[in-house]
């Protein structure tokens, strides 16, 4: 009975550390849920394991695989994170990583249930890693795209406006255009969406009025991606 508080309590702890790291991000799925997770998936194995031997232990035989119910466990999941995954009205798709973290917590739980202590605290450290530390590096040692954001701006101006020029004002404002999308408005007026790339250190206000500057610019509303 012991060994199996020893392993609900590590589950419960590495799932604890991975919702902590969602929760102070303000995701969705934080600390609760992925200890829910943890703790579940951890004893669900037990329980796979401990019938597998008790059966075993009656029959003389083996009457079931130990880690069927754990093989489960990693396909119900599947649903439960696809759940978070959402596709926002500008196209973007998040919630990826709370999905793969919610899996990952799964994970620590079924290894914890499983008796492999080590190696679910090794798991847990190294997504961590993966997620807070390694992006961090990547931006100080990596290519300078992954430096920049991108920020969605949508624009309306007169329609005698030379659109061509703004772009071009756009960019000597030290911002990259990755997509253009022009329409025109039924009140003499055109809207001009634009996927924008700056420094990740530039302040979203900053980009604004930076735009709000060129000359035509009647409204400007920006988003920031990510």
Do not use: H
């Amino acid at each position: 009975m012991s060994l199996i508080l020893i392993k609900l309590g590590i589950s419960a702890f590495l799932g604890l550390v991975i919702g902590l790291e969602r929760e102070l991000k303000r995701k969705p799925v934080g600390l609760k849920t992925c200890l829910v997770i943890s703790i579940s998936s951890c004893l669900l194995t037990i329980v796979s394991i401990e019938s597998a031997s008790t059966f075993s232990e009656l029959t003389g035989r083996t009457m079931m695989d130990p880690m069927r119910l754990a093989a489960q466990i990693v396909s119900g999941i599947g649903f439960l994170g696809a759940g978070v995954i959402l596709r926002r009205s500008n196209d973007v798709i998040s919630g990826l990583t709370t999905a793969a973290m919610i899996w990952g917590a799964s994970g620590l739980g079924i290894a914890s249930g499983a008796g492999f202590y080590l190696e679910a605290s090794a798991g847990a450290l190294m997504i961590l890693i993966s997620v807070e530390l390694i992006p961090m590096i990547m931006k100080w040692v990596g290519p300078k795209t992954l430096r920049e954001k991108e920020a969605k701006v949508r624009l309306i101006v007169p329609d005698g406006r030379d659109m061509t020029e703004m772009v071009k004002e756009i960019k000597k404002r030290q911002m990259k255009i990755y997509n253009v999308r022009v329409k025109d408005l039924e009140n003499g007026m055109s809207k001009m969406e634009l996927t924008i790339g700056t420094y990740d250190k530039r302040y979203t206000t900053d980009i604004y009025y930076d735009i709000k500057e060129i000359t035509g610019v009647q409204n400007v509303e920006i988003e920031t991606l990510g």
